[in-house]
Antibody
């Protein structure tokens, strides 16, 4: 079954970091780009960037430059999104998704930033 | 960064037809923006309806279609059903797909 399975919900304090994982199954992980998208409560979708697992190449939205790092471990078909310097406005559901049709999405990971 | 614009809200009657549009601050939307349309219902992850302007996923109902219309990407729903009530997001590529931008979303009400 083709799917992306994400790690569970996180609660973090302001200034902390969070690392969300996204495990692929049912398809060739290195054959696709993995994108990360977030959605704050009651708000729209926001594209964050992508990683190309076979090369490790990345591209991030300028807004997140310096705070986000996307990595992958091809041995376990897993992508990661690391966000540092968390603020309350980083509270959101974070999704990973596979490119080329964007037909496969993770279930989402709720990250709550609160003191 | 480019700004992608959508109607904030639209209403359609059951069985009716409605067109959602998607514009770009950089100019006309073309096939080179690889327009996508996503549907999202409350509490669910987004689901792709249309990719690359007009291609449908296997699960996309036949009543949805994508096109380019007057310099914008368009999603047309013909024969609206109550279950089509949802948020719809346009998504455009820039720089040959290096960067992507979501529209603000259209809340579609079927009533």
């Amino acid at each position: 079954q083709v799917q992306l399975m994400q790690s569970g919900a996180e609660v973090k304090k302001p200034g902390a970091s969070v690392k969300v994982s996204c495990k692929a199954s049912g398809f060739t992980f290195t054959g696709y780009y993995i994108h990360w998208v977030r959605q704050a409560p009651g708000q729209g979708l926001e594209w964050m960037g992508w990683i190309k697992p076979d090369s490790g190449g990345t591209n991030y939205v300028q807004k997140f430059q310096g705070r986000v790092t996307m990595t992958s471990d091809t041995s376990i078909s897993t992508a990661y999104m690391d966000l540092t310097g968390l603020r309350s406005d980083d509270t959101a559901v974070y999704y990973c998704a596979r490119d080329r049709g964007w037909g496969v999405w993770g279930q989402g990971t709720m990250v709550t930033v609160s003191s | 960064q480019a700004v992608v614009t959508q109607e904030p809200s639209l209403t359609v009657s059951p069985g009716g037809t409605v067109t959602l549009t998607c514009g770009s601050s950089t100019g006309a939307v073309t096939s080179g923006h690889y327009p996508y349309w996503f549907q999202q219902k409350p509490g669910q992850a987004p689901r792709t309806l249309i990719y690359d302007t007009s291609n449908k996923q296997s699960w996309t109902p036949a009543r949805f279609s994508g096109s380019l219309l007057g310099g914008k990407a368009a999603l047309t729903l013909s024969g609206a059903q109550p279950e089509d009530e949802a948020d719809y997001y346009c998504f455009l590529a820039y720089g040959g797909g290096r960067n992507w931008v979501f529209g603000g979303g259209t809340k579609l009400t079927v009533v």
